[in-house]
């Protein structure tokens, strides 16, 4: 069985390392307590933390954050289920609205006759769908009893793409972390430039692979993908990809709003870079007011992806790996102290790469710095929040030990 964790940090920083096991099912009602710091092995692999009251309320639909998407989430079962999970939720929405949408023409023009009852049922199936979806829990994504959300997942996707004529999943793709220049390489900007985005176009393709997968869209024939690349740093779109009459957004701004994408990738690479662009272009309220509310788009993001989805951005000074000379004015560490994200899951922050190595130093920057609730990420495990039910839990590609 994969190990799944639940691990929401205030107050103190707990650390999880995949030394530690437990039988799920048996230790659900434990009591569960704060560590202090950081330790190398827990005692147990399901640990939940009653939160201090938050310094806001929101929270992402669903995302997913993490340190390697060929690690973490590949690799994952319970991450891809989620994955899976929360992309045909979005879907499921979106159909709905569309849906009473048009119920509510055809009473305004058509008064007499009153409501399709056909079009009623068919709601209703789709309301029976979503209620059903509200209630799974953490648990639910343990591989014991993974199969009710395969089960699921297969039905909402036979309903949705029996009841329309065409279903669209839409792959917004934000590379702009990993186009930071790095002025110590040997390459020419140009160069460094056609690099990263022939490289950003080949991850952005096995994101694209995986979903389609997921989906099982080979047998199909109405379910299509949309997939364009936004760069946060001049609105520019690129690589757009789809079926003939797909229509694609003008600009950034568009993309992440009345092109409603189904999910927003956002790749890893220089943090700072990316949370400068993100300040710069205006982008953050778009992004949260795209991942938040009843229909949200789908949140993934990786390292740097993930540490800007947090609550506190000054998680990424801490390793040192990352440049803050590449942002004009804001050229040292503590530039970036007490900088904040999209805070999509209340006042959580992010520290994607963790592993044993950087246990005394998180320690110090958590008395230091007072980033308590602060969650760590090793290189096999996917963070996933399900704002409906305001829920953090972390699941991993580690075997049991």
Same mark, same amino acid.
């Given at each position: 069985?994969?190990?799944?964790?639940?691990?929401?940090?205030?107050?103190? /920083?707990?650390?999880?390392?995949? !030394?530690?096991?437990?039988?799920?099912?048996?230790?659900?009602?434990?009591?569960?307590? %704060?560590?202090?710091?950081?330790?190398?092995? =827990?005692?147990?692999?399901? &640990?939940?933390?009653?939160? !201090?009251?938050?310094?806001?309320?929101?929270?992402?639909?669903?995302?997913?954050?993490?340190?390697?998407?060929?690690? #973490?989430?590949?690799?994952?079962?319970a991450a891809k289920s989620f994955l899976r999970y929360s992309i045909l939720n979005k879907l499921l929405k979106d159909h709905v609205v569309e849906k009473e949408d048009g119920l509510e023409t055809s009473v305004k023009f058509s008064p007499c006759?009153?409501?399709? &009852?056909?079009?009623?049922?068919?709601?209703?199936?789709?309301?029976?769908?979503?209620?059903?979806?509200?209630?799974?829990s953490f648990e639910t994504f343990d591989a014991a009893v993974r199969n009710e959300v395969d089960s699921w997942a297969k039905e909402t996707l036979h309903y949705i793409c029996t009841d329309s004529r065409e279903v669209t999943v839409k792959l917004?793709?934000?590379?702009?972390?990993?186009?930071?220049?790095?002025?110590?390489?040997?390459?020419?900007?140009?160069?460094?430039?056609?690099? %990263?985005?022939?490289? #950003?176009?080949?991850?952005?393709?096995?994101?694209?692979?995986?979903?389609?997968?997921?989906?099982?869209?080979?047998?199909?024939?109405?379910?299509?993908? =949309?997939?364009?690349?936004?760069?946060?740093? @001049?609105?520019?779109?690129? =690589?757009?990809?789809?079926?003939?009459?797909? =229509?694609?957004?003008?600009?950034?701004?568009? !993309?992440?709003?009345?092109?409603?994408?189904?999910?927003?990738?956002?790749?890893?690479?220089?943090?700072f870079w990316l949370q400068h662009c993100i300040d710069k272009g205006e982008y953050s309220q778009l992004i949260i007011d795209a991942c938040t509310g009843e229909s949200g788009s789908v949140y993934c993001g990786k390292s740097a992806g993930a540490?800007?989805?947090?609550? @506190?951005?000054?998680? %990424?000074?801490?390793?040192?790996?990352?440049?803050?000379?590449?942002?004009?004015?804001?050229?040292?560490?503590?530039?970036?102290?007490?900088?904040? #994200?999209?805070?999509?899951?209340?006042?959580?922050?992010?520290?994607?790469?963790?592993?044993?190595?950087?246990?005394? /130093?998180?320690? #110090?920057?958590?008395?230091?710095?007072?980033?308590?609730?602060?969650?760590?990420?090793?290189?096999?495990?996917?963070?996933?929040?399900?704002?409906?039910?305001?829920?953090?839990?972390?699941?991993?590609?580690?075997?049991?030990?």
């Amino acid at each position: 069985m994969k190990q799944i964790k639940t691990l929401i940090f205030y107050t103190t /920083l707990l650390s999880h390392s995949r !030394a530690s096991a437990f039988n799920l099912r048996q230790q659900r009602s434990r009591p569960c307590r %704060a560590t202090s710091s950081v330790e190398a092995s =827990q005692t147990s692999d399901l &640990v939940e933390i009653s939160s !201090a009251p938050p310094s806001n309320s929101r929270w992402a639909t669903h995302a997913l954050l993490f340190s390697s998407w060929t690690d #973490g989430v590949v690799p994952n079962p319970a991450a891809k289920s989620f994955l899976r999970y929360s992309i045909l939720n979005k879907l499921l929405k979106d159909h709905v609205v569309e849906k009473e949408d048009g119920l509510e023409t055809s009473v305004k023009f058509s008064p007499c006759n009153g409501p399709n &009852v056909d079009a009623l049922n068919n709601l209703e199936a789709a309301d029976n769908l979503s209620e059903r979806g509200k209630e799974f829990s953490f648990e639910t994504f343990d591989a014991a009893v993974r199969n009710e959300v395969d089960s699921w997942a297969k039905e909402t996707l036979h309903y949705i793409c029996t009841d329309s004529r065409e279903v669209t999943v839409k792959l917004l793709y934000i590379p702009t972390a990993m186009y930071a220049l790095n002025p110590k390489s040997s390459n020419t900007p140009g160069k460094q430039r056609q690099r %990263a985005r022939a490289d #950003g176009k080949k991850r952005r393709t096995q994101v694209l692979h995986l979903m389609s997968t997921l989906l099982s869209a080979e047998s199909l024939e109405n379910l299509s993908f =949309q997939t364009i690349t936004l760069d946060l740093d @001049d609105d520019s779109l690129k =690589q757009p990809e789809g079926p003939d009459n797909s =229509q694609f957004p003008k600009d950034g701004k568009e !993309a992440l709003s009345s092109w409603d994408p189904t999910v927003i990738y956002v790749e890893g690479g220089n943090t700072f870079w990316l949370q400068h662009c993100i300040d710069k272009g205006e982008y953050s309220q778009l992004i949260i007011d795209a991942c938040t509310g009843e229909s949200g788009s789908v949140y993934c993001g990786k390292s740097a992806g993930a540490i800007v989805a947090g609550d @506190d951005v000054s998680t %990424a000074t801490w390793k040192g790996w990352d440049d803050p000379t590449v942002v004009p004015n804001r050229e040292t560490y503590d530039d970036w102290i007490g900088t904040k #994200g999209f805070q999509f899951s209340e006042s959580l922050s992010y520290f994607p790469h963790m592993s044993d190595d950087w246990i005394e /130093l998180v320690n #110090g920057k958590v008395k230091g710095q007072k980033c308590n609730n602060t969650c760590c990420l090793r290189e096999e495990e996917v963070c996933c929040i399900k704002g409906e039910n305001k829920k953090t839990f972390v699941v991993s590609a580690a075997p049991e030990c």
